[in-house]
């Protein structure tokens, strides 16, 4: 059966409890005398729906993007001739394309060819390219229906090939109201739509540059008499607190907002604070002992990692090192020695699994402090560049997917010195750099030594002189 899903071209989306808040605001705001409504950078048209869904009329939403992706439907949506858009087909799928005598069936098939580019690329799965060319017909046909239910939707809203900077900043009736999300990430457009030769497409417009433009355009639009409602990621700092309408962490590092230039229009909108955190997880230790001064590693010493829930790991983690931010490790374990805590570790595989590289990442690692071991973390780091290490990625990160090949482990640290003692003899720098705030971010890899966890064992035995 094919199986394609027209929102996986266009990667992000507005999460439904922030459309729900967003459409509560526009109903208010309708209520009270808005008639229109613009949304750049509108890439799924996800807020257009919202819009409607209070009233407003198609006609007097108006809409703008650069990418290929919104413009097709765009164009589809304001019946515009899409073969106006400046995009070329390679020569293998001109043909096919020139046979077909209405724009519905056109941006079908486009949107096929942008899946087959997308998925050329996703290695591990060749079968899903191969599917999507042998069933071709079924394909095309289940987009042109998806593309179908959209157009019933949005059909009559305005839309616009248009640089978001020159939208925001168009003077505007009071009564109009502005919504924005912009790219967040630089060149995402690029990378997102970079068909590699079954597909060309030039907007003409540079992308937005979120560091360097989001705080000075947001400033800038304050100047504008209609209220613009702007998203915005990661923090809030230097704003003005007022302007901060909806707030909601996920998780640590990642916290979603939306900020609004004129919140006096918001008076009487009885939910014009919404503001939620998530439920910090509560960290627990494992149900063994810490390695403690009065133990002893020996050469008969068993080494041995354990697989543990997120919040245990991270119990060690602070214990060891402190409280820190958000990991972004996918996979936690617990190194044991004789049965006892010593170290904890955070590894992410989704590149290695991706087959976008061959190394396993280390995301933190971190062990008891000693007296006795002062080198406890060399301990750690030369068990999980050990050859050895590789079993447990095979046993327990990944249970089905042996298509992969690993060959070494990569990591990234912040330090006060241009060098990681831990590092030495063990992983190769491979970049490094003085940040602003002091510290050097550096990057190191190995390919796994050739010895087991016996004998790494007995060279840091040997190496540090506790034979």
Not at 73 to 93: A, E, M, Q, R, V
Not at 192 to 199: A, E, N, S, T, V
Request: with cysteine; hydrophobic share 35%.
């Amino acid at each position: 059966m094919a199986q394609q899903q027209l929102d996986k071209i266009f990667l992000g989306h507005t999460p439904i409890k922030q459309r729900n808040y967003l459409t509560a605001i526009l109903l208010f705001l309708k209520n009270n005398g808005y008639e229109k409504v613009i949304i750049p950078a509108c890439g799924q048209f996800t807020l257009v729906q919202c819009a409607l869904s209070v009233g407003f009329k198609a006609e007097n939403i108006y809409t703008s993007d650069i990418s290929l992706y919104s413009s097709l439907l765009g164009y589809l949506f304001s019946k515009k001739n899409i073969d106006k858009l400046n995009f070329t087909l390679n020569s293998k799928y001109i043909n096919s394309y020139n046979k077909l005598d209405n724009d519905l069936d056109r941006v079908a098939y486009i949107f096929w060819v942008m899946k087959l580019s997308q998925l050329s690329k996703v290695h591990y799965r060749p079968e899903l390219y191969a599917n999507l060319n042998s069933k071709k017909s079924e394909h095309i046909k289940q987009l042109k229906t998806q593309i179908k239910a959209l157009y019933d939707s949005f059909e009559g809203i305005n839309y616009d090939i248009s640089d978001l900077r020159s939208d925001i900043m168009a003077e505007r009736d009071k009564k109009t109201v502005v919504i924005v999300n912009p790219p967040v990430f630089k060149k995402g457009y690029e990378k997102m739509f970079d068909f590699d030769g079954y597909l060309e497409y030039e907007s003409g417009i540079e992308e937005f540059d979120w560091k360097a433009e989001y705080k000075i355009l947001y400033e800038n639009s304050k100047q504008i008499a209609c209220p613009i409602i702007w998203y915005r990621y990661r923090d809030v700092k230097n704003f003005n607190k007022k302007e901060v309408i909806f707030a909601k962490e996920y998780k640590v590092g990642k916290q979603d907002y939306w900020l609004i230039t004129k919140p006096e229009v918001l008076d009487g909108f009885k939910d014009i604070k919404n503001i939620s955190s998530f439920s910090k997880k509560i960290l627990k230790p494992y149900n063994r002992p810490i390695f403690n001064e009065k133990d002893i590693i020996t050469k008969d010493s068993i080494v041995q990692f354990v697989n543990v829930p997120v919040d245990v790991c991270l119990y060690y983690r602070d214990l060891f090192a402190h409280k820190l931010g958000n990991t972004g490790a996918e996979h936690y374990y617990l190194m044991l020695v004789d049965n006892k805590v010593f170290s904890t570790v955070g590894f992410s595989t989704s590149k290695l699994f991706r087959l976008q590289q061959e190394m396993i990442f280390e995301n933190f690692g971190f062990s008891i402090s000693s007296k006795k071991y002062p080198r406890s973390n060399k301990l750690l780091m030369m068990m999980i560049t050990s050859k050895e290490i590789i079993k447990v990625i095979h046993d327990e990160m990944s249970s089905k997917n042996r298509i992969y090949k690993v060959k070494g482990l990569k990591t990234t640290c912040l330090s006060k010195y241009r060098t990681i003692k831990t590092h030495k003899g063990i992983l190769k720098r491979t970049f490094r750099e003085l940040q602003p705030n002091g510290l050097y971010r550096i990057q190191a890899e190995t390919d796994f030594h050739d010895r087991d966890f016996k004998e790494t064992l007995l060279l840091f035995l040997k190496e540090n002189d506790y034979e």
